[in-house]
């Protein structure tokens, strides 16, 4: 069983960038699918981005496509997002999740493990 943990989160201005790291441990990176999700105050999970096992292919929610970019070095068992020209509406918890199959998904129901998440606010 993976487990995740997320890091670089924190406070920014409006327009500026953070990169966010999930670091997997007790199971090998490849063998995963990678998702990156958030969750707003009084909002439900939604999909940010996601990764084939190589990262080869990429997929974006449409609200963060041009400004957000994910990635992962498998060597160092570690999942990126770098964000880009943040906007206040960027503002929740960022969470990585694997997923066991070598489809990417944009479904959190189909992500097996998660990390904890970590806290992204972004002032005007």
């Known amino acids: 069983q993976v487990q995740l943990v997320e890091s670089g989160g924190g406070l920014v201005q409006a327009g500026f960038s953070l990169r966010l790291s999930c670091a997997a441990s007790?199971?090998?990176?490849?063998?995963?699918?990678m998702g990156w999700f958030r969750q707003a105050p009084g909002k439900e999970r939604e999909f940010v981005a996601t990764?084939?096992?190589?990262?080869?292919?990429?997929y974006y929610a449409d609200s963060v496509k041009g400004r957000f970019t994910v990635s992962r070095d498998n060597a160092k068992n570690t999942v990126y997002l770098q964000m880009n020209s943040l906007k206040p509406e960027d503002t929740a918890v960022y969470y990585c999740?694997?997923?066991?199959?070598?489809?990417?998904?944009?479904?959190?129901?189909?992500?097996?493990?998660w990390g904890q998440g970590t806290q992204v606010t972004v002032s005007s």
């Open positions: 990764i084939n096992r190589y990262g080869i292919n990429t």
């Open positions: 007790g199971g090998t990176l490849s063998n995963y699918v």
């Open positions: 999740a694997a997923r066991a199959y070598s489809s990417t998904s944009s479904r959190a129901s189909e992500y097996h493990y």
